[in-house]
C-alpha cells in the first residue's frame, strides 16, 4: 500500500523544469557614430522573453528562470555575469539607449547613447523603457567621437499645398504621409539618426526641389512616403537586385542611384523584413519603379506606398507603421556595420 501512495505522489507532482542546460547566445558589438551597439543572438523562446532594465549607469539584463553563457564573436566589449540568468553591462556614462527585437535570426539589438555625441536631440521616453535583452558585459567605452557623425535621414512626405494626393472622408494623403513622417523624425532622431523632413508642413514641392533638398544634406537614407489606392504595404526601389547593375539602369534617369544600388537594395530588405514583422508576409510587396526622385537621391532611397484608406488609419495604426519603418532603418544600420 506504502509503494501505491509513493508511485500516486510521484505522479502527481508537478513537472521539474531542469534549468541545468546552458542556453548559449552570441554576443557581438560595433561602434557606430553617436552610439554603442551590442547585438545578441540566441533562440527565439530566449531572446523573446528577455528583460532588460537600466540601473543607474548600468544596464541590468535577464532572462528569467534559464541559464545562458555567451559566445563572443566580435565583442570590443567585457561583461560580468550577476547570476545564472542575468548579466550586467556597464558602457559608462549614456543619455539613453534604444531596443530592439529582430528575427532571421533572433536577436536582440541594444543602442547605447553616449553623452558625447552632439547636435543631436536628447532621449526621450517613447514607451520602450521596459527593454528585452538577455546577457551582456561591461561596456568598454574608450572610443569617442568628436565632431558628430550622426547618419543623416530624410523623409518625403510626398504631395502638400494644393496637391492633396488621394482624399477619402476625413483623410487626405498629404496630410496622413506629414504626420506619420513627423513621427518617424521623432523616433529616428533618438536613435543614431539626425532626421530632415523635405516640408514640415502644408505646401508644396516639386520633386526637383525634394531631390536637391536630400542631396544638399548628404542624406545617407532617403524614404519618400505615400499612401496607395491597393490593401498592402508598397515598397518602391528603382533596382532589382542587387547584382543585376544592367538591368537596373533601365529603371534610372539620372546618376545619383548608380553609386548607391547596393545600399538601396539593402533598406529595402531592412525594410521589407520590418513591415512583414509588423503586418505580416502576405501584406508587403516590392515593385520597381521609374520614379524621378528615387533616380536622382544621392543615398539609399526607397518610395513606401502604405494601404488605401479602407484601412483605418487610427493612432494606433499610424505608431505601428512608423515603429515598423524604424525598425527598419535599425535593421539597415545593423547590416551596414557588418
Not at 50 to 57: R, S, Y
Not at 128 to 133: A, V
Not at 220 to 240: E, M, R, T
Request: no cysteine.
Amino acid at each position: 500500500m506504502e509503494k501505491v501512495v509513493l508511485l500516486l505522489a510521484l505522479l502527481f507532482l508537478p513537472p521539474v523544469i531542469s534549468n541545468a542546460e546552458d542556453y548559449p547566445v552570441k554576443l557581438r558589438t560595433s561602434h557606430n557614430p553617436g552610439h554603442l551597439r551590442i547585438v545578441l543572438e540566441g533562440r527565439e523562446d530566449l531572446i523573446s522573453k528577455a528583460i532588460v532594465n537600466q540601473k543607474a549607469q548600468n544596464i541590468l539584463v535577464t532572462f528569467p528562470d534559464t541559464n545562458f553563457t555567451i559566445e563572443a564573436e566580435k565583442a570590443a566589449v567585457t561583461y560580468k555575469k550577476t547570476d545564472k540568468n542575468a548579466v550586467m553591462f556597464s558602457p559608462g556614462e549614456f543619455r539613453g539607449m534604444k531596443v530592439l527585437t529582430l528575427n532571421n535570426p533572433d536577436r536582440l539589438v541594444i543602442d547605447v547613447f553616449k553623452d558625447d555625441r552632439e547636435e543631436s536631440p536628447p532621449l526621450k521616453k517613447d514607451g520602450t523603457t521596459r527593454f528585452r535583452g538577455d546577457e551582456g558585459g561591461f561596456f568598454q567605452q574608450n572610443e569617442k567621437s568628436g565632431a558628430s557623425k550622426t547618419k543623416t535621414l530624410v523623409i518625403d512626405p510626398g504631395h502638400g499645398g494644393f496637391e492633396s494626393g488621394i482624399v477619402s472622408g476625413d483623410y487626405a494623403e498629404k496630410t496622413v504621409a506629414l504626420d506619420i513622417a513627423g513621427k518617424l523624425g521623432i523616433l529616428a532622431d533618438k536613435g543614431a539618426f539626425r532626421s530632415f523632413l523635405t516640408r514640415d508642413g502644408d505646401f508644396f514641392k516639386t520633386d526637383a526641389e525634394r531631390a536637391r533638398y536630400a542631396n544638399d544634406r548628404n542624406a545617407d537614407v532617403f524614404l519618400g512616403l505615400h499612401v496607395g489606392n491597393h490593401s498592402d504595404v508598397v515598397i518602391y526601389i528603382p533596382v532589382i537586385t542587387e547584382s543585376a547593375a544592367g538591368t537596373a539602369d533601365r529603371y534610372l534617369y539620372g546618376q545619383g542611384q548608380k553609386a548607391h544600388i547596393k545600399k538601396t537594395v539593402s533598406l529595402l530588405n531592412a525594410m521589407k523584413e520590418a513591415f512583414s514583422g509588423e503586418f505580416g508576409n502576405d501584406m508587403v510587396k516590392v515593385k520597381p519603379l521609374p520614379y524621378s526622385i528615387l533616380a536622382k537621391i544621392e543615398a539609399a532611397a526607397l518610395l513606401i506606398e502604405l494601404p488605401s484608406f479602407e484601412t483605418a488609419y487610427t493612432e494606433e495604426f499610424r505608431m505601428r507603421t512608423t515603429n515598423a519603418l524604424n525598425r527598419g532603418l535599425y535593421l539597415y544600420e545593423e547590416n551596414e556595420a557588418k
